[in-house]
């Protein structure tokens, strides 16, 4: 059974910065085969991709709104990814959800195989 600890979420000020984390465990395969994702969603939008991670951790992308902001990152030997928010804007308010997918391409079109639980982000102005 596929378990996520999804944590970091909270409140915090415009400019201000929030480190997400998730760390998976019971997935079919080693965590270093998937490629990991972030997503976000506020209420009555849809789930926006955020930004994906390659398996070895040497490709990322972002979606254009956080790119320079935010940065992707995991660690294969504690199966844990992370989201470095920094320069935090109230637009980043939302739901933030960890993703595992098979591909990369897939991952940003928000078809993945396994999803956080989510942790609720909220960025005052």
């Known amino acids: 059974q596929v378990q996520v600890a999804e944590s970091g979420g909270g409140l915090a000020q415009a400019g201000g910065s929030m480190r997400l984390t998730c760390t998976w465990s019971?997935?079919?395969?080693?965590?270093?085969?998937?490629?990991m994702g972030w997503f976000r969603q506020t209420p009555g939008m849809e789930r926006e991709w955020v930004s994906s991670?390659?398996?070895?951790?040497?490709?990322?992308e972002y979606v254009d709104s956080v790119k320079g902001r935010f940065t992707i990152s995991r660690n294969n030997a504690k199966r844990t990814q992370y989201l470095q928010m920094n320069s935090l804007k109230p637009d980043d308010t939302g739901v933030y959800y960890c993703?595992?997918?098979?591909?990369?391409?897939?991952?940003?079109?928000?078809?993945?195989?396994?999803w956080g639980q989510g942790t609720q982000v909220t960025v005052s102005s």
């Open positions: 993703a595992a997918g098979t591909g990369f391409t897939l991952l940003s079109q928000g078809i993945a195989n396994h």
């Open positions: 991670i390659s398996s070895s951790g040497t490709t990322t």
């Open positions: 019971g997935l079919p395969d080693d965590f270093v085969y998937f490629v």
